[in-house]
Each structure stands twice: as structure tokens, then as C-alpha cells.
């Protein structure tokens, strides 16, 4: 019997229309846990780097995660993975709400799609019977009506249904996957569905998940749901509110908007409001949040509450949650209640919410930079709001300029040329990043901005502060439970973090204790990514109730695996290796691992060199930051150094790189 997870795969074959249960080696769980460990494995072994995202031989993976489906708190994330039409690198975003759970109790822990549909199509798994369906009658639907004429066609309301828009029929390059109450949205794996001919996916399970010691179980459960509630009542002093509790970033919920307002960049992270945010824009913005927001939501088995119902007047409700809230008004440049009814729009659609606003940023610079004409927008409205929704139309249908405009910023810029180039400038390995717009660099997102593969700082960053607190007063307070640092020396760290002035050099005590920060928030998160843990009640806030000594308890108890820090920590290494080995093999180098030249006002290139150098020793990466042969070997990844001292990417010469150039689209 297996424990925490069901112990098979489902593979469909759109091409041949073939459908497979397969049975997976339990000793993968031991060495990769689940999610996007086994997905980073899967990826690794069938899809050789030479495959186009846009090919039939590309996997789409739907991953449930290791504890989804348990009564562990928060364990209900689907893990997608690809390879990303925008980047070319493996592409995997997580979403919440209910769908991974359901694909675990119709007995699955992974769905992997390969081939191409000849006709649009959806997939229904009820348990063990599982159907290719026609999906012609859906074909241009919004992503979220599709998902409700689905369940309306099988008579079965409780389905939860994954489902792609117009955006990703199209291949727009950042297409979203929509499922109810959240989405995977980055690196345009809506894009790679709709590729496949795939409309929606709907299951509906009703087994059971068996646990290893279910009585030990319950109560670590318990344990992290007192300490849920604990923090409920005693949020966190002295930092911006959507950290002062835990949760994804609490948006939903919060009106304040002064730090995001102000710090976020307006327009495509090139404009700046300084002393925007007063009293009477935050009653204005605090009206329209009241006015539309029907009731806020959790996902499957969690009390947060990090997302909303949306219910705008003409328009059917929709789910929000985090900083979708926020990008489109700051697009362009307006207000909260014209975000809010473009990104209605948007997630019908199917469209990534940090990346297309700043699309159609983009292309409106362009145009007021006189490298987009008239001719190229005939028949733009005058207006600013009416331009966006213009635009939003054009690249969804993949219409006139719209057609160059739907593969991003990074590939529209190259089309385009004549400058244009010059504002494509907040990507990171060819994908646009939050519009942020800060002052001095900050060392720990130097590092976390250029070497994350996720390529998305929110599923990066995490338990150390982001800033200083004002004194040390305040530093030695914060420190006295926290209990969540792997070592007592993250404390000492902290305390001895002052705040500096503008013209210093920023200060960490080290370089080194810089690398072990990032360290921790990276393990966490590829943690969570494996496990299937929201990264709202682990990796991402400050002091959450699941960290590196209590997960391994948690595991175990599950699983029935006998896993220790030690362990965890061994098996969240070898999964970011690989995850990166998966990159490297696809042309990823050090040249890619930059952050955006204006996404900080003060920079330091010489630290920047040194962090980099550094960070890379501590990973034990060459200078390029391909994984050693002795790195992969410690993580038991001997075929990863088989293959690259095949493909010339190491040599004999331990840790030398090969001159052997990436290749670009």
C-alpha cells in the first residue's frame, strides 16, 4: 500500500487518443518527494532539449503534489509543468483552490499529457473512467464559462475543471490556466494547452489518500492550525500588512495600497508616483474593493481566505486573488475599479496577470515613442482605459499588431526592432517580472531575482524580513520566537542588520550569510513545490506554522518514510539541481541570470559580480552555474553529469564549462 500518494499516473495521448494508468517506483518519492520533484524527473528523462515548447513530444504535467489530498492544512496545490514558449526553460506555476485534490481521490498523482489533439478537446476523469470529449461547442468560450457549460454537460456540479480562453487557443505566450478559485498563469503553460488541442480538463474523485500514522498525523495537523490561529489574532509589528499575517498575499482583504502604489513602478516598470497614495484615493480604492468584492474564499482545506469574489455590474463574478488586484491599474495608471473590470476580462480570456499588463504598457510606449505608428494601431481609441481593452482584444485574437504583441515583450521588441528593444527591460531570461521600481539594491534579491528558475520572485522570496527593522529593540523582539530559522545564526544575522543610507554600500553581515538567506527561502519554496504546500503557510510569509523542523515530522508520518532535516534538506537539493540541470540543458548560462538594469536606483556591480561568484560556489556550481560532476554526484544526479560530459557541456576537467554556445529562438 502506498501512503500520501496513490502510487499512479494517468498519460493521454492526444494524438492516438490512447489513455494509460501507469504505476509509478516508489523509490522516486524517496528521492524526489512528488510534485515538481517527479515532475522535474519526468521532464528530464522524455523530453530531450532539442523539443520545441509548440511540439507534439513536449509534456504538459498536471501534479497533485505529495501531501495533497491529506488533512494537512493548505495542501491543495497543482504543480503544471512544461516547457515555456516564452523562455524555452522549463516553465511550472502552481494554483490553489480544489483541483489537485479531486485528480488524487479519482486515484491519480499525476496527469501527463503528450501529442496533439487534431480537434479541440477535453478530458473527463470520473475515477477509473476517464474520456476524451469534443470540445467544438466550446471553442472561443471563456475560460471560467467553460468550465461552468462543462459541468452543466455532465450533470455533475461538483467537477472541478481546469480550462484554458480564448488566449491560450490562440497561443498567446502567456496564457494562463484557469481553475475556479486560482490559475497557473507564468511562462504561458495556457499556451502549450491550447497547443495540444486541450480545452479543459475535468475530474471528480471520491476515493480515499491513506496515511502512514494517521493519529501522529493529525495532531502535527492540528498543531499548525492552532498556530494558524494563534498568528490570526497576533499579526507581525513593524512590516507592510500583507506580511504581517500568513497566507498568500492577503489582496483580498487589504485596502492599504500605499507601499504597492508607491513602490511599484506604474506602466511597464518605467514611471514612478511619488506621494500618489492619500486619503482620498484610498477611500476611492477602499469604496470600489467594499462595492465589488461579494465575500472573500479559501482554497481546499485551508481557513485563509486569500482570495475574493469578484461581482462587477454586466459582468459574470470571477475570483482574484494577490496582485492581479493591482497590475492592471498600474498599467495604466488608473484606478482600482478599472483594474478590476479589465482583469474580468483578462481571466476569461486566459491571460497572466503580471505579464499582460505590461504588454500592453509596453505597446503604448512604443507608440508614444513614435516606433509604433497609427498604422500599425488602426482604429485605437483615443482614450487610455479604451486603448487597453483594444490592445487586450488584439493579442488575445492574435490580430494585427496583437499577433507580434501576444509572445511578450522580450520576442515583440526583437520584431519590432527600431529601438524597441530598449523598453522590453523588466524581463529575467526573457520573461517580465513583477513592475517593481525600488530605490538601493537589496542583496538577497539580487540573488533570488537572477538565479531562480521559477523566474517569479513571489515564488522565491519568503521567511527573512525584507527590510531592517528601525532598531534594535524592534530586531530583538521579532527574534525571541522565531523558531522557524534553520540555525541560530539567521538571528544573529538579523540583529546585526542596520539600516543604511542611500549612498553606503548595502550590508548583510557577509556575503556568505547572503547566500545561506536565499539558501533557506529557495529550500523552503522547492519544499512546498514538491509537497504541494501553499507557500502562504510555509516559504513565503514570516514565521509560518510549516518550516524545516516540523515538515520532515509531518512527511513521515504520511508517508511512512523515516526523513530527518538532514533528509529533507538532501532531497530539496538534489531537486533544485535537477530543476536547474533540466535549464542548463536547454542553453541556460550565467549571461541569463541578471535582473532588469533599472529594477533597483542604485546599483553595485562589482558586489553583484562577487554575490554571483559566490552563490554559485556555495550551490556547488561552476562559474557558469552548471552544476559540478562532484555537486551532482553528492545528490545522487550522476546521470545529469553522464549527460552533460556527452553533450559537452562539462568536460573531463572537473566543473569547466564547454564553450559550446546556447542556442536562441
Known sequence: MRFAETGFNLEVDLTRGNIEREATDPKLTALYLGGLGTNAKILWDRVPPEVEPFSPDNLLIFSTGLLVGTPAVGCNRTIVSTFSPQ????????????????????????????????????????????????????????????????????????????????????????????QGRSSASRGGIGAVMGDKGLKAIAVRGTNDVNIARPDEFIELCNEALEYIKVRRENPIPGVMPILAGLGSPQEMAIHDEKWHTENFAWGNSRHRRKGFWNEEIEKQWTDTMENYRTRLISCHNCPMKCGATISIPGFPTYMMKCFSKLTYAMAAMSDLEFGLRIAQSATEYGMDGFTA???????????????????????????????????????????????????GTYWAAKEIGNGAEEYAHNNIKKHEQLPLKLGMLNPIYFLMYSTGEKINITQIEGNFPQAPFATREEREEFVKDWIQVPDEKFKKWFLDWELRGENSIPYYPTVEATCEIVDWQ??????????????????????????????????SAATGMDLDESGLTQIAKRI???????????????????????????????????????????????????????SLHELGLDYVSEDFLQRGILTDVEGSPSEKASTEK
Not at 516606433?371 to 485574437?397: A, H, Q
Not at 509537497?531 to 510549516?546: D, H, R, V
Not at 548560462?589 to 553583484?608: A, I, N
Open 87 to 178: 523562455t524555452l526553460l522549463m516553465a511550472y506555476s502552481m494554483m490553489g483552490g480544489f483541483w489537485a485534490p479531486e485528480l488524487k481521490y479519482a486515484g491519480y498523482d499525476k496527469l501527463i499529457i503528450h501529442g496533439k489533439s487534431p480537434d479541440l478537446v477535453y478530458l473527463w476523469i470520473n475515477n477509473d473512467k476517464v474520456e476524451i470529449r469534443d470540445a467544438s461547442h466550446l471553442q472561443g468560450k471563456g475560460a471560467t464559462e467553460t468550465a461552468e457549460l462543462i459541468r452543466q454537460e455532465l450533470k455533475e456540479p461538483k467537477a472541478q475543471v481546469a480550462s484554458i480562453g480564448l488566449a491560450g487557443e490562440n497561443r498567446v505566450y502567456f496564457a494562463s490556466i484557469e
Open 522 to 555: 529557495e529550500k523552503m519554496h522547492y519544499i512546498d513545490d514538491a509537497t504541494g504546500m501553499c507557500a502562504g503557510l510555509s516559504s513565503f510569509p514570516l514565521k509560518p506554522p510549516y518550516h524545516i523542523h516540523n515538515l520532515p515530522t509531518l512527511i
Open 576 to 630: 533544485r539541481n535537477l530543476v536547474r540541470a533540466v535549464n542548463i540543458r536547454r542553453g541556460m548560462r550565467r549571461k541569463d541570470e541578471k535582473p532588469p538594469e533599472d529594477h533597483w536606483k542604485k546599483r553595485f556591480p562589482e558586489l553583484e559580480t562577487k554575490l554571483l561568484d559566490e552563490y554559485y560556489k556555495f550551490k556547488g556550481w561552476n562559474e557558469q552555474g552548471i552544476p559540478t560532476r562532484e
Open 357 to 407: 499588463p505590461q504588454v500592453m504598457a509596453f505597446a503604448l510606449e512604443l507608440y508614444e515613442a513614435g516606433i509604433l505608428t497609427d498604422k500599425d494601431m488602426p482604429g485605437m481609441p483615443s482614450d487610455n482605459e479604451g486603448r487597453f481593452y483594444w490592445l487586450l482584444d488584439k493579442i488575445v485574437r492574435r490580430e494585427g499588431i496583437g499577433d507580434v504583441l501576444a509572445n
